[in-house]
């Protein structure tokens, strides 16, 4: 399946986004999040600004673009199928932005960063 809720390529594609679209999509890019969360909190990764930023704000922006589409759309163009896909996975999405918001292992690496370097 093409899923517009992926492409990246240039503004969302609102007029083809559908609701069997969200899951899937939303699927994906949490796991490509979590994936970035864990690189970035290992021992062995750098503690600085660029590494972390080209590795976990690349793919908490894309979940946050594509999650953004889907809730503009539930605002807006609001159907009993849409508002199944976006209820069904609101509790992953919020679940995942709160735990990244206290992950102490991303907070002490943020800590270990040397301000001059």
Known sequence: MNNPL???????????I???HVAPAMDDLLASAESALATVTAPDF???WTSIATVLDVATERLGRA??????????????????AFNAVLPKITEFWTRLGAD???FAKYKAIDPKA
């Open 67 to 84: 999650w953004g589409a889907v809730a503009h759309l539930n605002s807006v163009a609001d159907t009993p199928e849409l508002r199944a």
């Open 104 to 106: 102490e292992r991303l």
């Open 18 to 20: 559908r609701p069997e």
């Open 6 to 16: 992926l492409d990246f390529s240039d503004l969302p594609r609102f007029d083809q």
């Open 46 to 48: 750098p503690a600085k």
